[in-house]
């Protein structure tokens, strides 16, 4: 078992940023990929981005490609995502998710999940 506990969400207006922290207990940390999903209301729970858990590629949805990063600390078993440049419609639950599929987009390859940070950002 994997536990993963988010924070760092908030409200920021548009153009700002945001750190969002995934902490990690149970299970070596450092053997899963790591995703961040998002589910606005309405909508379907959506991808973010995924980091792997050996070399640290990353890989990014389209819609925050060169806005977001996306990192991993083992050490510290957490995860991150950096989101600068920040819009309105980025405004939904953000979810961290661990998975032993590297490379994972879709969140039915995830294995663990956390109970999510809400991230509003106002025009």
């Known amino acids: 078992q994997v536990q993963l506990v988010e924070s760092g969400g908030g409200l920021v207006r548009a153009g700002g940023s945001l750190t969002l922290s995934c902490a990690a207990s149970?299970?070596?940390?450092?053997?899963?990929?790591v995703g961040w999903f998002r589910q606005a209301p309405g909508k379907e729970r959506e991808f973010v981005a995924t980091i792997n858990s050996g070399r640290g590629y990353s890989t990014y949805a389209d819609s925050v490609k060169g806005r977001f990063t996306i990192s991993r600390d083992n050490a510290l078993n957490t995860g991150f995502l950096q989101m600068n440049r920040l819009k309105p419609e980025d405004t939904a639950v953000y979810y961290c998710?661990?998975?032993?599929?590297?490379?994972?987009?879709?969140?039915?390859?995830?294995?663990?999940w956390g109970q999510g940070t809400q991230v509003t950002v106002s025009s």
């Open positions: 998710a661990a998975a032993t599929t590297q490379w994972a987009l879709s969140a039915s390859q995830y294995d663990y």
């Open positions: 149970g299970r070596t940390f450092s053997n899963y990929g």
